[in-house]
């Protein structure tokens, strides 16, 4: 997916996360949340995918079991805590946003690996330069502080500094990197605005280079997602997809076209997934070739 078209990869990242957003519909949620994990342990592996995940899983349990104590709504009841009756309506429901949520927060980490400082500066950088220039430096702007405290640290310990067990010469040592890289990360914002200025960056009339083509991949995988989010969204408008969690009676029994657009949607949030997949394999198969 890296070597997509900017346009490509913000136009499939934002319809997803539209729908993904505005819909508490739970197989449309679930199929969201896998096809974001699937993708995420493609481009990280399992290990930070995992690692990930079980940073934002309290949010799940947080959001599951608090909604109750808000909502009164529901016919069937659970249990009474606080002298408020806890519904099995109001726990799925909680259990839906929190699903939300957590697909969302998976899908904006792929799309921060995924659509790079360069990309953004290809896509905004004629529109609105100084916004596209800020996005760009913001994106690379936490792994890049995590990469320069660890050398800052290394450095410390190399030099015998704060090498000592007690906490409070820890601290101290934290506090000194902590400001050596403040300082650092000022002065390389400054030297990046003055380059940037230098090179006549945002002026009108000055061209751009750009690595970035439009190729028949970028124009299939544009085809295939606008044709399965037009079929998602029209479904969406014709109301196929909406699920109330407080019903008395749920009738899940889709018609066709809901079942054509659970399909559509699944296909378009593995999309990416498959498609790493496929790289994968491939490059597997050239190297055991060789």
């Not at 003055?194 to 124009?219: E, H, I, P």
């Not at 659970?262 to 999309?271: A, E, K, T």
Request: charged fraction near 15%; include cysteine.
């Amino acid at each position: 997916m890296s070597n997509r078209h900017p346009t490509v990869l913000l136009f499939y990242f934002l319809a997803v996360l539209m729908i993904s957003m505005f819909l508490t519909n739970p197989l449309i949620l679930a199929e969201s949340f896998l096809g974001a994990l699937l993708l995420l342990v493609m481009l990280e592996g399992w290990g930070k995918a995992l690692k990930s995940l079980l940073t934002i899983l309290p949010l799940l349990i947080l959001i599951t079991l608090s909604n109750p104590l808000f909502s009164k709504e529901g016919q069937t009841v659970l249990l009474s805590l606080f002298g408020k009756a806890i519904s099995a309506e109001a726990l799925l429901y909680g259990l839906g946003i929190g699903l939300m949520l957590l697909g969302v927060l998976l899908w904006s980490r792929s799309f921060a690996l995924l659509m790079t400082g360069d990309k953004f500066l290809y896509l905004f950088g004629k529109i609105t330069p100084g916004i596209a220039l800020v996005l760009s430096m913001a994106l690379r702007f936490i792994p890049l502080l995590r990469r320069r405290f660890e050398k800052i640290s290394s450095a410390q310990k190399t030099m015998g500094l704060y090498a000592g067990g007690k906490a409070k010469e820890r601290m101290q040592g934290s506090m000194s990197a902590f400001s050596a890289l403040m300082t650092w990360s000022l002065e390389n914002a400054v030297e990046t605005g003055d380059s940037m200025r230098a090179r006549g960056y945002g002026l009108k009339g000055r061209t751009n280079f750009s690595v970035f083509r439009f190729k028949a991949n970028d124009f299939n995988f544009a085809l295939t997602t606008i044709l399965f989010s037009a079929l998602v969204f029209y479904a969406i408008f014709s109301g196929r997809l909406k699920f109330d969690y407080y019903a008395q009676d749920i009738n899940f029994a889709p018609d066709a076209l809901s079942i054509l657009t659970y399909f559509s949607f699944g296909l378009l949030c593995l999309l990416p997934f498959l498609y790493e997949l496929k790289e994968s394999l491939k490059w597997k198969y050239f190297v055991s070739k060789i």
